[in-house]
């Protein structure tokens, strides 16, 4: 009988040291905004060799937290790739600022940096490069335009934690690189995320940020000994709690293994499918370690839909990322967006599908996603 174990696109690892970890903390006098989250943070900044490091409640608020820490507010432009999560233009939108939707390159999926000058406008403040499905951008063509037109580059790395552009890892390469920490992610907090950067300034506003805007935690004022705190700018509770920092740093410790993981069932996906002209995986860079949060391939529209059913019914998890966000209703009510904006991404669209890949899968599911694939073209 045919085994139809339901197979997840994505699924987090959680093992007894992780559990232990967060044990730990529930018997300990801090559950949130104590220690944990300081060598958490500590942990992440040294991993990818950033200065600075900002954990928050999720990465949407460390989108946010980066549009803030950069002053973005009403009239100010933000150019970002359609192909993304709607968290990434949301951030933008919390602020009061637009976003200008760039289309990506049809090979890569990836931010096409080749027309990003065309979309450059007198208000344009910054550039939200993202990583899709684990790939990073190509950074030295966005730091050039940055530093031509004096715009401010922030990566969107949600994809990408322990990922290599040119032998450096995600996290060194914009003004400000944020992370996700979701269950399906690189590595786990259970919800989560982070803001790295080399500016110290940025950090300290953040800081504020996902504490109300207040200058002073509770754990500062109790080692002080004081109780007097000011609110000094608005801002939101995206604090993250130990226990979530607790896991991620037990999490952190494995994360190299589950990459080399990733990276071995992305190997065998390709060698399986090599030769097929119907099923085509994205392209992958010479000069980048790939994070493969995503595997994903294109099929041919017309049998898409098709695919997509017929490899569920066998418990094959595949899913689609994603609707490009111009495309969004909410987009095309607020600022006019429509059909026909990011024709590269839009096609894109219509014949992608993300595979399983996560590291807890066995050659022999990547097999067995690979077999009801053919099976569902014959």
């Known amino acids: 009988m045919a085994d139809k174990t339901f197979l997840p696109y994505g699924r987090q690892q959680v093992d007894e040291e992780d559990i232990a970890a967060v044990v730990q903390v529930l018997r300990s006098e801090w559950l949130t905004t104590g220690p944990m989250v300081e060598q958490f943070e500590e942990a992440v900044a040294n991993f990818v060799e950033a200065p600075f490091a900002v954990a928050v409640s999720s990465g949407t608020a460390a989108l946010h937290a980066a549009m803030f820490a950069l002053n973005i507010g009403p009239g100010d432009e933000v150019i ?94 914009a003004d400000l690189t944020t992370f996700s920490f979701h269950p399906v992610k690189p590595l786990t907090t259970a919800e989560g995320g982070m803001v790295v ?85 994205l392209t992958q860079l010479p000069n980048v370690a790939h994070g493969y949060h995503l595997f994903v391939v294109r099929v041919p529209v017309s049998q898409r839909a098709r695919l997509f059913a017929a490899l569920r019914a066998e418990g094959i998890g595949v899913n689609v990322h994603y609707l490009p966000v111009h495309l969004q209703p909410f987009y095309g009510h607020r600022f006019q967006t429509q059909r026909g904006l990011c024709p590269v991404a839009e096609q894109a669209y219509e014949e992608i599908l993300s595979l399983p890949v996560f590291p807890g899968m066995q050659e022999k599911d990547v097999k067995r996603v690979v077999s009801c694939l053919n099976a569902s073209l014959s």
């Open 197 to 281: 950067t080399s500016c110290g300034e940025y950090a300290e506003r953040i800081r504020r940020f996902r504490n109300h805007g207040i200058n002073l935690d509770y754990q500062q004022r109790s080692e002080q000994g004081g109780w007097y705190y000011e609110m000094t700018e608005l801002g939101y509770n995206y604090r993250i709690s130990d226990l979530q920092s607790a896991l991620g740093l037990s999490q952190l410790k494995k994360l190299a293994g589950w990459l080399k993981k990733r990276r071995q069932i992305a190997d065998i996906y390709r060698k399986e499918l090599a030769g097929q002209t119907v099923v085509r995986p």
């Open 80 to 173: 970002l790739p359609s192909m993304t999560f709607a968290a990434t233009a949301n951030a933008v939108v919390y602020q009061g600022g637009t976003p200008v939707f760039a289309d990506v390159d049809p090979a890569t999926l990836l931010l096409d940096t080749a027309n990003l000058e065309d979309l450059l406008t007198p208000r344009t403040r910054a550039i939200i490069a993202v990583d899709y499905a684990g790939q990073p951008c190509n950074y030295s063509d966005l730091q050039r335009l940055k530093e031509r037109h004096g715009l401010a580059l922030v990566a969107d790395a949600s994809h990408s934690l322990g990922a290599e552009y040119r032998g450096k890892k995600c996290g060194v390469w």
